[in-house]
């Protein structure tokens, strides 16, 4: 799997959207891996979905830290 097509990123969008309407919680919401599934194609779809769930920056910060 390549990266997201912009249907697959607006599909992910709308069910953040959707979840946090509904008011469910975005651990229980969000995106599970598929089998196979690259871990770059995850993270965009985890991250479509954060933006839809109203998430800014749902990247860790011990990920986002440059080294010294």
Not at 9 to 26: C, D, F, I
Not at 30 to 49: L, N, T, V
Request: charge should be positive; hydrophobic fraction near 25%; avoid cysteine.
């Amino acid at each position: 799997m390549g990266k997201l097509t912009a249907e697959q990123k607006v599909r992910q969008y709308n069910r953040g959207q959707k979840a946090a309407s509904e008011g469910r919680s975005r651990s229980s919401s969000e995106p599970w891996a598929y089998p196979f599934e690259s871990d770059q194609h995850y993270e965009e779809r985890r991250a479509a979905f954060d933006q839809g769930y109203g998430i800014i920056d749902a990247m860790p910060l011990s990920i986002r830290r440059s080294p010294p």
